[in-house]
């Protein structure tokens, strides 16, 4: 048996709560609008509607039941959380699959009973499942095509979101520094980097603030947020499952281009019909200014110089440019210069394997893969082979220059006579399994999400803690003031989790070569 499950990611964030509407809460804290109410089918091949639910607190947490590690240890954890919850307080747990293809009535039954729970775990068809990931924010897409082969479900139900079309899997910016050092940083364009880059070609003009949070765009064209935030500039996400804007609950440095396609910006609370649809299939910024004036980009290619500032910004390496009648060029990266040399932009030859000196500078090197900066008098070999395609992509490399060799993956080999190279030994197909991290919420009784603990890491007491907390804080909730909110600021939650399919035969893991920021 064969399968192949496509990457499902998860990414959340938040709206700052001012204090005067918090909670005391241990974990994470959301401001986020209402779910949508929804119907799937539980374990015993009944409806259940999800509005039906009763309950001052909804705990509701994502699991599979192919899942080999967090999903067992999360359900055992919500197991001794129910039983901890004090009886005075009406909570409801629901559990609810991301593999819908696989996961039946049936096998979600048997799961239940493997870990002795018997709250409602939900399932339903792709088409079902999807609007409600959209619900809870959590973004499903898919990195390759889906095929489920198994005896229970034969299908191909699952078509991948279209990604930005100059936008590549596995995409890196290598720097060697002035002392031979090697980093490779990956490439995974923000939002904030797209309107930046935006800005440029489109000659707006941003005023954005920083915090530690983030930044927050407070003006566009020099059209600034009100002083006091009775208007600020909204952040929103064409969703492509409904074809339609929504407001975002993330911030501009966590919503990436490989998630999301189009972006807008227009005044808080806007209606978002009023929003122009994007008319590229490139990646675009609508702009909707309070006096419904209007403004749009998109860009139909990414230079070797937005590449480079998005993965060194991500990486808190500072990359100094400096323009001139030529272009633009390198002053310094990472506060290194020198008058004796200068910064080499590098080129992957994909064909030869080889790194190769780039013939254009950096705004006008287009669409590549792999890059690299070095000083201009390092050699092509002592610059690694960029981690992606090394060893064919079934191992790592160990040493450099002439003792650099492949570690490869269980079930390969180097060919004869190439120790830079891994290929398969014998017929036998590797298999797959799943891993994950997940996300369990707290909602309230007007099923708002109020609080969300990450992973498996959390303590049952705390989860318990808040459980009581919400329950309080939900009986009073009539007295809360709604509107207390400051328009439009968000906070990234770190609470970012994946669904996706690793190919295991005994791999040996590489670690990649990131600076922490």
């Not at 967090?70 to 009886?87: A, G, H, M, W, Y």
């Not at 080499?344 to 000196?357: C, G, I, S, V, Y």
């Not at 002439?402 to 590797?430: F, K, N, T, V």
């Not at 992973?455 to 003031?481: L, P, Q, Y």
């Amino acid at each position: 048996m064969r399968i192949t499950i496509g990457v499902l990611a998860i990414l959340l964030l938040t709206a700052i709560i001012p204090p005067q509407a918090s909670a005391n809460y241990i974990g994470m804290q959301l401001g986020r609008p209402a779910v949508a109410d929804f119907t799937l089918t539980d374990q015993s091949n009944e409806s259940y509607r999800f509005y039906d639910t009763q309950a001052d607190v909804i705990v509701v947490s994502f699991i599979f039941t192919r899942c080999p590690d967090f999903c067992p240890i999360i359900t055992q954890k919500l197991r001794t959380v129910e039983v901890d919850i004090p009886s005075n307080i009406n909570a409801q747990m629901i559990s609810i699959t991301v593999d819908p293809n696989y996961d039946t009535p049936e096998k979600l039954k048997s799961y239940m009973g493997k870990h002795g729970v018997s709250w409602p775990h939900l399932t339903g068809t792709y088409d079902e499942i999807s609007p409600v990931l959209d619900a809870f924010i959590i973004n499903a897409f898919e990195q390759e095509r889906v095929v489920v082969l198994d005896e229970s479900n034969d299908s191909e139900e699952i078509t991948r979101v279209q990604a930005s079309p100059w936008l590549e899997e596995n995409q890196s910016v290598t720097w060697v520094n002035n002392t031979g050092q090697v980093n490779e940083y990956s490439f995974s364009p923000s939002a904030y980097d797209f309107l930046q880059a935006m800005a440029r070609q489109e000659s707006w003009t941003l005023n954005v603030s920083h915090s530690e949070w983030g930044h927050y765009v407070d003006g566009i064209n020099e059209v600034n947020r009100a002083e006091d935030w009775s208007w600020s500039w909204g952040f929103y996400l064409w969703n492509q499952s409904s074809n339609a804007w929504m407001e975002s609950m993330y911030g501009v440095d966590d919503v990436s281009l490989i998630d999301y396609t189009h972006f807008a910006f227009a005044p808080y609370g806007e209606n978002v019909s009023n929003i122009t649809s994007p008319v590229s299939t490139h990646p675009s910024i609508e702009i909707l200014y309070p006096n419904s004036t209007r403004a749009n980009g998109s860009m139909e290619s990414l230079t070797a110089g937005q590449m480079s500032i998005s993965a060194f910004s991500s990486a808190n390496i500072s990359f100094n440019v400096t323009e001139s009648s030529w272009g633009r060029f390198v002053e310094s990266i990472d506060q290194e210069s020198d008058a004796d040399w200068w910064w080499q932009l590098h080129l992957w030859n994909e064909e030869n394997a080889t790194w190769d000196d780039s013939l254009l500078g950096m705004d006008s090197l287009e669409n590549p893969k792999h890059i690299a900066w070095a000083p201009n008098s390092t050699v092509h070999s002592e610059i690694d082979v960029p981690s992606a395609v090394a060893c064919d992509g079934h191992g790592w490399i160990m040493g450099t220059g002439d003792g650099a060799h492949c570690m490869c993956d269980a079930g390969y080999s180097w060919p004869e006579g190439d120790m830079l190279s891994c290929e398969r030994i014998g017929d036998e197909e590797p298999t797959y399994t799943v891993a994950h991290n997940t996300i369990t919420y707290l909602l309230d009784r007007d099923f708002k999400p109020v609080v969300a603990w990450p992973g498996e890491g959390w303590i049952e007491s705390d989860v318990v803690a808040d459980i009581i907390e919400v329950s309080e804080f939900s009986k009073n909730a009539d007295s809360v003031d709604d509107e207390g909110f400051l328009p439009g600021f968000t906070i990234p939650l770190t609470l970012s989790a994946s669904f996706c399919a690793l190919l295991i035969a005994d791999r040996r893991t590489k670690e990649e070569t990131v600076e922490n920021k």
